[in-house]
């Protein structure tokens, strides 16, 4: 190992901590990328509401709905990179990857 940080942090549970709040670090990133001129509430409740209309600002709030669970979980992925390939923390990792897939089956489920 190149870093002695990287044994303390080289835990399956420090893994899973950083699967949950990075997709809040995507979300509040994609609020400031995709929600131009909403505030944090609309973009929430536009973000959460159920779309039922075939209609073009439905199809807007999808692209979008889309586009932030894209960019939550990137930031997962960019963790993992780092993690898995340039600090050698393999346990940290398998956290990492175990809710990014987790989050992935759920946001499948959440943008049909």
């Known amino acids: 190992m190149r870093y002695s940080w990287t044994l303390k942090w080289n835990k399956f549970k420090y893994g899973i901590i950083a699967g949950f709040i990075s997709p809040v670090i995507g979300f509040l990133i994609a609020y400031l990328v ?6 944090f509430l609309q973009f929430t409740s ?3 509401s159920e779309i039922n209309t075939n209609n073009l600002v439905s199809d807007i709030y999808l ?10 979980l990137l930031v997962n992925m960019l963790i993992f990179y780092f993690s898995f390939f340039i600090f050698k923390i393999d ?4 956290g990492i990857v175990g809710l990014t897939l987790l989050w992935a089956a759920i946001s499948v489920l959440f943008i049909n």
């Open 34 to 39: 995709i929600g131009n001129n909403l505030s």
């Open 46 to 48: 536009y973000f959460f």
């Open 63 to 72: 692209e979008m709905r889309q586009n932030t669970l894209m960019l939550c």
């Open 91 to 94: 346990q940290f990792s398998k």
